[in-house]
């Protein structure tokens, strides 16, 4: 995974390790995650786009397994 980005409409984010979150957001919290991945001979790369929204308030984890 290389070019990870996360961008939000509201909220801090933080790195942790290997983790990376936002804090303080507001709801609705609408975010975007983007990266570049390589394929399984590593010859080219795609590029990877998630978009959601949180509604409800809570403790979220979203976990990308590549």
Known sequence: MEGLSITTDSGDQYKSGYSTGVKNY???LDAKITYRTWNQLHTSQS???FEFILNEPG?????INY
């Open 47 to 49: 590029g990877v786009s």
């Open 26 to 28: 507001l709801l609705p």
């Open 59 to 63: 403790s979220w984890k979203i976990t």
